[in-house]
């Protein structure tokens, strides 16, 4: 009888590790299936040259228009030019006039990639050729934070911009200017002659920094210290400016500024 018992454990235990190894091949089969599903989420290989676009109602409708504020409440903030170097397949260059950042890219299709994450992603969308994309962001519904339901549209260029403040200023304010009283020219190294004591100035670009919200320029004496801000306007070839007077609130805090009475209407002579 003991001898029996033990020939049944041995069976036992033989058959019971057979069914180990058994479900251990399962296990491994179904890890690949679900492997083989996943990986197609995230795949680099692409069609994507080398290359840049830029979202042109901003880059090249600033310089037509002449105007800078009017245009800047937009995806340009974050992204007025978007890049991509094949060498480096899993990331997209964004470039904005307030922030810059590189976000991994995923591919969904052919032509339509993912930039960011499941919780906040732009989903970019190239035309057959990709010379133009649609750009869109998406938001996690369960998030505070709105996506921007605007669809922007970016063209590839080989145009060059390096720096915003020289593309800007190259294009729309650097010249020589007179009225019958006063000569004055703003020069393409933002030097300043003939409005008071000022050697320097700057054009704003950042949205979130004109107060008020319109065009201005600060204007520096030779020591670099803020001489005062100008608002600059276009009416075809005379460009009016406007002293800015800052409001602040009782707390010593700038609660909004505002343009006062025009004190130079200029013809643009080259």
């Given at each position: 009888?003991?001898?029996?018992?033990?020939l049944?454990?041995?069976?036992?235990?033989?058959?019971?590790?057979?069914?180990?190894?058994?479900?251990?091949?399962?296990?491994?089969?179904?890890?690949?299936?679900?492997?083989?599903?996943?990986?197609?989420?995230?795949?680099?290989?692409?069609?994507?040259?080398?290359?840049?676009?830029?979202?042109?109602?901003?880059?090249?409708?600033?310089?037509?228009?002449?105007?800078?504020?009017?245009?800047?409440?937009?995806?340009?903030?974050?992204a007025?030019?978007?890049?991509?170097?094949?060498?480096?397949?899993?990331?997209?260059?964004?470039?904005?006039?307030?922030?810059?950042?590189?976000?991994?890219?995923?591919?969904?299709?052919?032509?339509?990639f993912?930039?960011?994450?499941?919780?906040?992603?732009?989903?970019i969308?190239?035309?057959?050729d990709?010379?133009?994309?649609?750009?869109?962001?998406?938001?996690?519904?369960?998030?505070?934070?709105?996506?921007?339901?605007?669809?922007?549209?970016?063209?590839?260029?080989?145009?060059?911009?390096?720096?915003?403040?020289?593309?800007?200023?190259?294009?729309?304010?650097?010249?020589?200017?007179?009225?019958?009283?006063?000569k004055?020219?703003?020069?393409?190294?933002?030097?300043?002659?003939?409005?008071d004591?000022a050697?320097?100035?700057?054009?704003?670009?950042?949205?979130?920094?004109?107060?008020?919200q319109?065009?201005?320029?600060?204007?520096?004496?030779k020591?670099?210290?803020?001489?005062?801000?100008?608002?600059?306007?276009?009416?075809?070839?005379?460009?009016?400016?406007?002293?800015?007077?800052q409001?602040?609130?009782?707390?010593?805090?700038?609660?909004?500024?505002?343009?006062e009475?025009?004190i130079?209407?200029?013809?643009?002579?080259?």
């Open positions: 009888m003991k001898q029996f018992l033990t049944f454990f041995l069976f036992s235990l033989l058959v019971s590790c057979n069914q180990e190894v058994k479900n251990k091949k399962i296990n491994k089969k179904e890890a690949e299936k679900r492997n083989k599903v996943q990986r197609p989420n995230i795949s680099y290989s692409n069609k994507i040259s080398t290359g840049k676009w830029y979202f042109l109602p901003y880059t090249d409708s600033t310089i037509i228009n002449k105007s800078i504020f009017k245009y800047s409440q937009s995806c340009a903030s974050f007025y030019m978007i890049s991509y170097d094949s060498s480096n397949p899993d990331s997209i260059f964004f470039k904005g006039y307030h922030e810059e950042t590189m976000m991994p890219l995923i591919k969904r299709s052919d032509t339509i993912w930039a960011g994450d499941t919780i906040q992603h732009w989903e969308t190239f035309n057959n990709f010379s133009s994309l649609q750009f869109q962001e998406y938001m996690d519904k369960s998030y505070a934070h709105k996506a921007d339901p605007r669809l922007f549209q970016f063209a590839k260029s080989v145009k060059e911009i390096q720096n915003l403040a020289i593309y800007f200023n190259k294009f729309i304010l650097a010249g020589a200017y007179k009225n019958e009283q006063s004055v020219r703003f020069t393409d190294k933002f030097e300043v002659v003939g409005i004591n050697a320097t100035y700057e054009l704003v670009i950042d949205f979130w920094e004109m107060v008020p319109m065009d201005l320029i600060n204007l520096f004496d020591k670099g210290e803020l001489l005062k801000q100008l608002n600059w306007e276009y009416d075809g070839e005379i460009l009016k400016l406007r002293n800015v007077r409001i602040y609130d009782k707390d010593g805090d700038l609660d909004r500024g505002v343009a009475d025009i130079y209407e200029l013809k643009k002579i080259k």
